[in-house]
T-cell receptor, first 111, second 113 residues
Framework: KNEVEQSPQNLTAQEGEFITINCSYS?????LHWLQQHPGGGIVSLFM???GKKKHGRLIATINIQEKHSSLHITASHPRDSAVYIC?????????????FGQGTRLTINP | DTGVSQDPRHKITKRGQNVTFRCDPI?????LYWYRQTLGQGPEFLTY????????KSRLLSDRFSAERPKGSFSTLEIQRTEQGDSAMYLC???????????FGSGTRLTVV
């Protein structure tokens, strides 16, 4: 079992729909990242969370440390939101710096 | 500052050849990371530098792989005697102090034919 599991693996929705992508992890963490990757490979960091909730525009990220679970929500989805969304965690072990990634969720928003 | 730069963007090489990739991090960032991403998968950690010191290497980094960051600024990743299984996207990222979010480069896509 991977340390970081995302669901769903693929998600297709209509423009305007509310989107939720889930991330569960099995290790103690110091931080969780949500990342966006467009075709061509470039990765953009959307959020870094260690507790609670963060909002940026139409994107909202939440984390429940006790349940080892995070969600990424997109409100009023738009075709330009189509991308792969990746959850990644940084271990709570002192000195740990590397990220462990989920396999990604491929989101397609149809007009 | 233009973010994290990686060069080249694409590389096609014949099996058995050596290749070298370069990463220029954000200038204030003291930490630099290399990851590898194969098709349909999330990135996997390869190695990490703090300044010029290579502090961690993954078991994925076989003897054919070597990474350097000689002056604590740019880094190079060399793959010797490339194999078809080395075909992947090689991603570089940098951060400062470990508390800030990562900044990723656009990656170098390697195809070994």
């Amino acid at each position: 079992k991977n340390e970081v599991e995302q669901s769903p693996q693929n998600l297709t929705a209509q423009e305007g729909e509310f989107i939720t992508i889930n991330c569960s992890y099995s290790v103690g963490i110091s931080a969780l990242h949500w990342l966006q990757q467009h075709p061509g490979g470039g990765i953009v960091s959307l959020f870094m969370l260690s507790s609670g909730k963060k909002k940026h525009g139409r994107l909202i990220a939440t984390i429940n440390i006790q349940e080892k679970h995070s969600s990424l929500h997109i409100t009023a989805s738009h075709p330009r939101d189509s991308a792969v969304y990746i959850c990644a965690v940084r271990s709570a072990i002192q000195g740990a710096q590397k990220l462990v990634f989920g396999q990604g969720t491929r989101l397609t928003i149809n007009p | 500052d233009t973010g994290v730069s990686q060069d080249p963007r694409h590389k096609i090489t014949k099996r058995g050849q050596n290749v070298t990739f370069r990463c220029d991090p954000i200038s204030e960032h003291n930490r630099l990371y290399w990851y590898r991403q194969t098709l349909g998968q999330g990135p996997e950690f390869l190695t990490y530098f703090q300044n010029e010191a290579q502090l961690e290497k993954s078991r994925l980094l076989s003897d054919r792989f070597s990474a350097e960051r000689p002056k604590g600024s740019f880094s190079t990743l060399e793959i010797q005697r490339t194999e078809q299984g080395d075909s992947a996207m090689y991603l570089c990222a940098s951060s400062y102090g470990g508390l800030d979010g990562y900044t990723f480069g656009s990656g170098t896509r390697l195809t070994v034919v």
